[in-house]
Every structure is written in C-alpha cells, then in structure tokens.
C-alpha cells in the first residue's frame, strides 16, 4: 500500500491522545456529509422543477415551432417544408397559429388577453384537451364560433359555458386613423361563445383564450398568414430525432424562418433557471468551504500531537515531502469519507422521494410532492467539487505551519 495513503488512514481512525480531535473530525465528516447531501438533494429538485415547468408548458407549445425571422406574421403557402414535415412518421401533427393579444368584454367586464387562432386538427389533437375543467374543447358548432378560456380568465370575466351570452374580442385595425369622436370605429371586433375552461398553470390560465384561426383572421385583418405552424411529434419521440427534424426544416426555410424546440421557444425562462441553479451551487460550495475548515483545526492539532511520529519518520530517512503528503491525505480522507456518507444519503433520499414522495408540496398544486430527478452529472460535479474543496483545505495547515518547524 501506498505509505503516505497506510499513515494517514491509521491516524484518521485511531483514537487520538486529546478527544477535541476527534470530535472536530467527527463535527468535519457530518459537516461534508450534510453540504453534500443538501447539493445532491436541492440540485434534484431543481432537475424536478425544470422538468415539471417543460410538461406543463408542453401543454400549450410544442415541441417544434417556426415563426418568421422578422416581422410577426408569414404565409404558409407553397413552404415545401410543411409538406415534408407532414410526411414525417416521427411528426403528430402540423397546425398553424394566428397569435395576438386582444380586449375580451363580456357582460360589462373588460380584460386584456392572449388570442390563439386555430384550426380543426389543432382542436383534435391539442393536449388543452385534457386539462378542461368545465364544459368542452370545441372551437365550433355548426356554424357558431366557440371559444376555449383560462380558467382564471374567465373567472375575472365571469364567463362560464353555462351562460348563453357571447364573449366580445377587439382589436385594433390594422389601416386607417384611429377616430377620436367614435374610438370602436377604429376597432375590428367578434363574437365567440364560450364552450369550455381550462387549467393548465397560473400564468396560462390568466392570459389566454383558444379561437377558430377564422376568429383571428377577422380581427387582425390578415388573409392566409399566420404567427407560427406548431409541429407536435409523437408520443415518446427522442431528442435526437427532434432535433433532427429541426435540422433539416432549418435547412429546408433558409434564414428568414426559425425553427426552434421548447427550450428555444422559452429561452429566457431557462437561462433564469439555470442560472438560479449554478448560482444555489456555489452558494451551498462556500457552505461547504466554511465547513471544512473545522479540517483545518483537526490537521493543525494532529500535526502538533504528532511530532513525535514526524520525528521518528525523519530519523528514519522520511522527507519533508513524504511527511506533508501523510497530513494532506489524513485531511483529505476526512473530506472524502464525509463525502461518501453524503452521496449515500442524498442520494437515497431523492430516491426514495421519487418513489414514495416523502416531503409534500404545500397547498394545492399541479404535483402532490416536491418533484425530484437525479443526474448524474450532478452527482459528479457535486463529488468533484467536494472533493476539490477538501483537498485544498487539507493543504492550508501545510502552507501556514512547515512541519519542519515543529
């Protein structure tokens, strides 16, 4: 066996002379064992999050969307790219959307709202389907114009689909002067009759409201254009072949498209994410710094007790660099050991909240319990970064006090 490695695992486990050694290095491991835990485990919540807010904006986006490179709106027609994606075995389907935000008055209550304009196949296959709460996803009936409400929407608007009166949209046209003496002259208005509400999450459910795309196309004064063509891939589709898919449309649009996944289509909220992430990262790392410095108080003890054991090993030939390396892995072990106590238990109570969901969410949510997901690339980053931090500590005692002076 490695020499320095055989020292420092008899010191780390043999009792010392003075018992305030022991308990620091005990206080050090359970200090390691719990910051690293507390990473494992609040990085998986994060992980769980992430994922929870990517279903439940899959919900309402999809998992591919091409909007222009400029301007707000493009025409569809004669895009041999829609017809290729339409072919694909890989694509659910293609819809295109007309988005715009629009005035709602119903009965004598006003609210500003995000309008999505949509087709038949759109009212077929959305997953909006499964989250209603009153009433039914239907955008027509006959020759009547229904409309699909946030929950929270209609509530502050007071619509239900129970009621027989119609939800009034307005929007500004798009040519002419506005009209100060009759300011609804200068507004394109119709009429949907709620059919259905919806609960998907709260920001959703405050802002939007589903239409027939004819709806918005009378509003908005636009012929056959539309905001964006929303491709919905089939249930259990990779990444690789979303990704693939996005590729090759990419290369079929040419610059004036874009053609971006859900990320993408979200990509300041994910950025935020991320960046909370690394930023709960660093702060529980410091954590763990102050921490294993009670290592720094274990090391410079046992370096004092020992000075006769450095003493000896110096009579029997031992360098300096050989006696260093004995007290830096002596501290390190107490690092790493603290650090597989922890991975353990982090790792197992995430598990086990995966499975069982131990701690519960407060309130009524979308999910019973915190949701957690680990990746191993969290626990690797967790151990190298622990380890990093109980190696550098480790060497502290070395740099302040020589153990050739002793």
Request: hydrophobic share 45%; aromatic share 8%.
């Amino acid at each position: 066996m490695h020499l320095p490695l055989l020292f420092a695992r008899r010191y780390l486990l043999a009792r010392k002379s003075h018992n305030v050694i022991n308990i620091i290095s005990g206080i050090s491991v359970a200090g390691m064992a719990i910051g690293t835990a507390a990473l494992i485990i609040i990085l998986s919540v994060y992980n769980g999050f992430s994922d929870l807010v990517e279903n439940t904006l899959g919900e309402i986006q999809p998992e591919i969307r091409i909007t222009p490179a400029t301007g707000k709106v493009f025409s569809p027609d004669g895009l041999k790219a829609i017809g290729w994606a339409r072919k694909e075995p890989a694509v659910f389907s293609v819809c295109p959307v007309l988005e715009e935000n629009v005035v709602i008055n119903y009965d004598g209550h006003q609210s500003l709202a995000k309008a999505i304009g949509a087709d038949t196949l759109y009212e077929r296959t959305s997953p909006v389907r499964d989250h209603i709460v009153e009433g039914a996803f239907s955008l027509r009936k006959g020759d009547i114009r229904q409309g699909v409400f946030g929950a929270s929407l209609a509530y502050g608007l007071g619509i239900s689909p129970r009621f027989v009166a119609a939800a009034e949209l307005y929007y500004p046209k798009r040519e002419g002067n506005v009209s100060l003496s009759s300011p609804l002259s200068s507004l394109n208005h119709a009429k949907v009759y709620p059919s259905g509400l919806f609960a998907i999450s709260a920001n959703t459910d405050t802002e939007l409201v589903i239409v027939p795309i004819e709806t918005m196309r009378e509003l908005t004064g636009y012929r056959n254009e539309v905001s964006a063509i929303e491709i919905r891939t089939v249930p259990g589709t990779g990444r690789d072949e979303e990704k693939r898919i996005i590729g090759e449309l990419t290369r079929m649009l040419g610059p004036s498209f874009k053609v971006s996944d859900r990320i993408r289509q979200n990509d300041a909220l994910f950025k935020m994410m991320k960046y909370e992430k690394l930023a709960i990262f660093l702060i529980l790392i410091f954590v763990i710094v102050i921490i294993a410095f009670n290592i720094f108080s274990s090391l410079s003890m046992l370096i004092i007790e020992k000075q006769h054991d450095i003493g000896t090993l110096r009579s029997l030939g031992a360098d300096e660099r050989l006696i260093r390396r004995i007290f830096i892995l002596e501290g390190w072990l107490i690092s790493l050991l603290g650090l597989a106590i922890g991975l353990v238990i982090g790792i197992a109570f995430v598990l086990l909240q995966q499975k069982f969901g131990i701690i519960k969410m407060p309130g009524s949510y979308v999910v019973p319990a915190y949701p957690v997901i680990l990746k191993g690339s969290d626990v690797i980053l967790t151990a190298a970064g622990v380890a990093a931090v109980g190696y550098l500590i480790a060497t502290l005692p070395h740099i302040i006090h020589k153990t050739d002076q002793i």
